[in-house]
């Protein structure tokens, strides 16, 4: 099915691999719809529950969202591959990406207690929600916490099961998996220095909120990505794996420092999340540094997260008021904090450009990357 859609939306006399955007972004979510139906009708047999909690998870991976990595990775090897390499073999290796990221964002929504998820409810929400419909007993969050975190495993485990349906030499996928397992680590890495930060948010520096953004966003988002595709398409020009890593971490970088910036002062119709979540826990981003950097002492005692007011792990209640978190994000506008981080994310994005420039790849590849550094770094959402 996902190989039919490629072939119905590119353009007369095109190759397979110069498909749209939007026939590329078709062509992944069919390789999703026809792996998890299959992998739901194998669960259906263990237990109508577990069936339900497969779908579940479908559901989740089905729900939107701009299919960014796989997008990365389909331009990394394509910049190699070249024009006319056929993508059927490598589309399952792309649609692989996008369900560990849903076992990212189900396992950080867990972490930070978040309600929503591309304007929905996220996967603990959901079961907590489920638990008290049938009157089950036990606490209904921690059934929800509990269950979402088994569905963050479980897409985890079908990305592992669908990369392996790449149709490549053992070899090929012998490296594509070293960088897909780096990419892995990075972000548990990232991940965890993000959770820790919230327990010391006062002792967190601008350097070390960087370091976060560039393990928990950059890698997995843009720079490894990239090289995982490059991966896929085999040997590829001297030159190109350090020009994908210049790219993916410049990039990478300005798209969290975006969502810093959109984490406070996005529109959450638009965002589908929370306002001001990352003000919510206290969370120490790069904004919030440079915040603390430029503040007024009066600004900064505004600036402090109060342990009295800190949100309860337990139940996720406590925090800052919504009127509360209003002043705070009125006080980081005021000490010119948001300026400086579009002036980073200026410097980042002109930084991958300049990597791409260089890069020894297939110049449609090229100039796809360099519309991607734009788009992906300014946008409402």
Known sequence: MAQNTLEENRPPGASLAAATPRALQDAIEGTLADFLAAQIAGLDGIDPAVGGFARTARDLVMAGGKRLRPTFAYWGWRGVAGPRAPLAPVLPALAALELMHTFALIHDDVMDRSATRRGMPTAHRVFTARHVRRAGHGDPDQFGAASAVLVGDLCLV???QLLARAELPATTLF?????????????VAGQYLDVLGETAPQEWSLERALLVARHKTASYTVQRPLQFGMALAGRAKPGTEEAYGRYGLSVGEAFQLRDDLLGVFGDPAVTGKPFG????????TALLMIARQRATPAQHAELAMDPAGAVNPA???GGFSPAQIVRRAQVIAETGAPAAIEAMISERVADGV????EAPIEQEARAALI??????????A
């Open 158 to 160: 079908w990305a592992d």
């Open 175 to 187: 490296g594509v998996r070293s960088w897909y397992d780096r990419m892995r680590v990075e972000a």
């Open 277 to 284: 979540d990352d003000l919510r826990t206290g969370k120490p």
């Open 315 to 317: 139940d996720g209640s």
């Open 354 to 357: 300049a990597a791409m420039a």
């Open 371 to 380: 519309d991607l550094a734009v788009r992906a770094t300014h946008r409402p």
